[in-house]
C-alpha cells in the first residue's frame, strides 16, 4: 500500500531538527513504521530549499517549492495587502508529485492548506484529516478582544502594515470559502471530536466520517505529574499570539482573582511573544493592574519545555474561545494535571465535566475565576480528576490502537472506492 500525505509541516528527516509544529505527523508516521513497516509513506510538504527525493525508514519526503518571504518592508506590506491563500504553481508542483509517485491513496492533512482543491484531479481515492474548523474558528475570530481594543487595531501600525487581526480576517474569510470548496469534494475525512463531525455534516452530509485520534509527542508517555512535586498556585498554559486562544481572557480572570484578595497565584504562558498584539495587550493589563510579579510570557517552547512546565505548574488551564482538539490539553491529560478549559468546540469530546476536568462558559471571565479557585481550594478533587484524566487520555492516544485505525481506515477507503 502506497500513501501520498500532504503536510503544510516538514518533518524532523528534512528538517534535521526535532519537531514544534504538528509533532503528531511525526508520532503517525514513526507507529506506522513500527506496527505495519509494509505500508509505503511518500511524505510531500513547502519548504523554501529545494532538494531531490530521499528515503528515510517507511518514508520517501518530496518538497514542495515555495518562493521565499519578499524581502523588502514594501514587497511583504504589499503581499499582506493581497491576502492570498495559495499559489497555483505550488498546487501544479503538487499535481507533478503525485503523478511521479502513483500512490494508491492521498492523504491530506488539513482543510486550512489549499491541497484539498486537487481532489477532483486524482484517479485515486482521498482522505482529509481535519484538523481546524475555518469556517466554525472565523466566528470567533474577534474573542478575547474588548469593543475598544478591536477598535484600536483598526488604526494601528500593525493594521497599516498588512498586519494583525483584522488582516487575519480578510484572509480567514478567503480560506473558509475555499474550506466549502474541499468539503464538497472529499468524500472520506477523519476526524476528532463532535464539533468536527457536526461540521463536516453541515458542510458535506453525504461524507463519510472516521474518527481517528492523535498520538502524541514521546515524552508526554513518559512524564507523570505529580501534586507533591508542582508549585502551589501556578498555572501553566499554551496559547497564541491569536485572541481567540484566550491568553487575554485568561489574564482578565486573574485581575478578578486579585481583586477577591487571590494576588499570590502564579500564572506562566506559553506561545505569546510580547511584541506580538496579543503580547502587547497582556503587557497593558499587567502594567494597569500590577500583575507584573504574577504573569510571564514564555514565547514559543519545545516540547521538551512544555513538559516540564507542566510537571512544574499545580494547574492546567485552557482558555481558547475556539479549537477542535487542542494538543496541549491532551498532553496536560497524559501526564495527570488537574484541567480546567473552556466548552468551546471540540473540547467538550475531549475532557468530560466534573470527572476528567472541569469545564466553563468560554466568554464567561468570572466564571472561568470562580473555577481556578476551587481547584486551587479543593486539591483532593483536582487531583482525582487528573487521574481520570490520564486514564482516559492513555486509551484515547495509545499509538497502537491509532495506527491499527489509520489502517483499518486506509484499506477500507481502498475497498469502498474500488467498488
Given at each position: ?224 505529574w505529580n501534586h507533591e512535586d508542582s508549585n502551589e ?187
Open positions: 500500500m502506497r500513501i501520498l500525505w500532504f503536510t503544510g509541516v516538514q518533518l524532523p528527516a528534512v528538517t534535521g531538527k526535532g519537531i514544534n509544529r504538528a509533532g503528531w505527523q511525526e508520532g503517525l508516521r514513526r507507529a506506522l513504521n513500527q506496527y505495519h513497516p509494509d505500508l509505503q509513506l511518500i511524505i510531500a510538504s513547502f519548504g523554501t530549499e529545494t532538494y531531490q527525493p530521499f528515503s528515510v525508514e517507511n518514508a520517501t519526503y518530496h518538497n514542495i517549492y515555495r518562493k521565499p518571504k519578499p524581502v523588502t518592508r514594501w514587497e511583504r506590506i504589499i503581499k499582506n495587502w493581497m491576502h492570498k491563500t495559495h499559489d497555483q504553481e505550488e498546487l501544479d508542483r503538487c499535481l507533478d508529485i503525485y503523478n511521479l509517485v502513483k500512490p494508491d491513496l492521498v492523504f491530506i492533512f488539513g482543510t486550512e492548506n489549499p491541497f484539498g482543491l486537487l481532489i477532483n484531479r486524482f484517479n485515486v481515492p482521498a482522505v482529509v484529516s481535519i484538523q481546524a474548523v475555518l469556517n466554525g474558528l472565523i466566528m470567533r475570530l474577534f474573542s478575547g478582544l474588548s469593543p475598544l481594543e478591536l477598535l484600536k487595531n483598526i488604526f494601528s501600525k500593525e493594521t497599516i502594515l498588512g498586519r494583525g487581526i483584522f488582516h487575519k480576517w480578510w484572509t480567514l474569510k478567503k480560506y473558509s470559502r475555499i474550506e466549502k470548496i474541499i468539503y464538497k469534494r472529499c468524500q472520506y475525512f477523519n476526524g476528532r471530536t463532535d464539533w468536527d463531525k457536526s461540521w463536516l455534516t453541515r458542510l458535506n452530509p453525504d461524507a463519510h466520517y472516521f474518527h481517528i485520534d492523535r498520538i502524541l509527542g514521546e515524552s508526554y508517555y513518559q512524564a507523570k498556585n501556578l498555572i501553566f498554559t499554551v496559547s497564541s499570539n491569536a485572541s481567540f486562544k484566550g491568553g487575554i481572557t485568561l489574564v482578565r480572570a486573574l485581575v478578578v482573582l486579585k481583586e477577591r484578595g487571590f494576588g499570590d497565584i502564579q500564572l506562566r504562558l506559553a506561545g505569546i511573544d510580547q511584541a506580538s498584539q496579543v503580547g502587547k495587550h497582556i503587557s497593558r493589563l499587567v502594567k494597569t493592574h500590577e500583575l507584573k510579579d504574577q504573569i510571564t510570557l514564555l514565547g514559543r517552547l519545545h516540547p521538551s519545555e512544555i513538559v516540564n512546565e507542566m510537571l512544574n505548574a499545580r494547574l492546567f488551564v485552557l482558555p481558547s474561545h475556539m479549537d477542535n482538539s487542542p494538543n496541549s490539553l491532551a498532553e496536560a491529560m497524559m501526564l495527570g494535571m488537574p484541567c480546567l478549559a473552556s466548552d468551546a468546540g471540540g473540547i467538550p469530546s475531549m475532557l468530560r465535566d466534573n470527572e476528567e476536568g472541569i469545564l466553563y462558559q468560554h466568554n464567561d471571565i468570572n466564571a472561568l475565576a470562580d473555577q481556578i479557585e476551587r481547584l486551587f481550594y479543593e486539591p483532593g478533587m483536582a487531583l482525582k480528576l487528573g487521574i481520570q484524566a490520564r486514564k482516559t487520555a492513555q486509551v484515547r492516544h495509545d499509538p497502537e490502537r491509532i495506527v491499527r485505525e489509520m489502517y483499518l481506515t486506509y484499506q477500507e477507503v481502498l475497498s469502498r472506492s474500488s467498488k
